[in-house]
């Protein structure tokens, strides 16, 4: 955003124009969301575990947003009018591997004009798989930290990905939370142009840092260097949450807090 309001320079206005949106991913019932009333302060059970930036643009009096999500690693300006014509963005490919295809789309809603639908489509194979999410491009989402922040904290999926300017993945490491102490595990991953590595390890096995094989440090620090991290950051790092998955009382009280908020918003 501040990159962003530098430009009022050269445009003037697009500092009052710029706000954080707030976004509901994969939305059951789309029309009963954006119907229930104005905005998401209507909305019973609201999650709001994602955020955006957003422009509030108008091309010859035609109103439009202008997204910017680099949270989903979207490597674009998306342009929403609400016309869907020029320069609407429509339809695009977000990223194209070999496994797996996905495709979005952003629309303002016809059943509310304050909200716009991020339509996914994701192919696998024969497999496509559609869902809808909303943004709430109606007022600016001013909680952020308070609502946002604090329902990533007990996730029941954790990653920590480097990406080039285009999106792709680069190096990194995700892991499920909800294995025992003994089970618990997460997947290392490297893309080196055309050879793409991925390991799996315990985090036990860097409960004590003199015990770490010389080959995983190793491939920790190819990692480390693809993430551009300071030299051991990346292995500090997996320590820390070698220690985290370790505490079986606190990973029980974090599942069960995320279930209780799964539960409330179906």
């Known amino acids: 955003m501040r990159r962003w309001r530098k430009l009022e320079r050269d445009f003037s206005g697009i500092t009052r124009a710029t706000a954080l949106l707030s976004c509901e991913e994969a939305v059951v019932d789309v029309r009963e969301y954006v119907t229930c009333g104005d905005g998401p302060a209507a909305v019973l059970a609201a999650e709001k575990e994602h955020v955006m ?7 010859d009096g035609r109103l439009g947003v202008m997204l910017a999500d680099p949270g989903y ?5 998306v342009t929403v009018m609400q016309d869907r014509n020029y320069p609407h963005t429509g339809w695009f490919v977000q990223s194209d591997e070999p496994h797996c295809r996905k495709e979005y789309d952003y629309t303002f809603s016809v059943l509310n004009p304050g909200y716009i639908e991020w339509h996914e489509r994701e192919t696998r194979g024969e497999t496509i798989k559609c869902q809808t999410s909303l943004v709430y491009a109606g007022r600016p989402y001013l909680d952020g930290i308070n609502v946002t922040e604090r329902r990533n904290l007990v996730y029941n999926f954790r990653s920590l990905l480097s990406r080039d300017q285009k999106g792709h ?6 892991f499920p939370v909800g294995a025992t102490i003994k089970d618990a595990q997460f997947t290392l991953f490297l893309n080196n142009g055309p050879q793409k590595r991925k390991t799996k390890y315990k985090f036990s096995t860097f409960a004590d840092p ?3 094989p010389e080959e995983i440090l190793d491939e920790i620090q190819l990692c480390n260097n693809k993430m551009n991290y300071k030299e051991g950051e990346l292995l500090s790092i997996i320590g820390k949450l070698s220690q985290v998955m370790a505490d079986q009382a606190f990973i029980d009280q974090m599942l069960e807090i ?3 908020i799964c539960r409330m918003c179906l």
């Open 169 to 174: 993945l680069i190096a990194g490491l995700y």
């Open 258 to 260: 995320n279930e209780d």
């Open 73 to 77: 690693h979207v490597p674009r300006i």
């Open 53 to 59: 930036v957003g422009i509030q643009i108008r091309v």
């Open 210 to 212: 003199e015990d770490i």
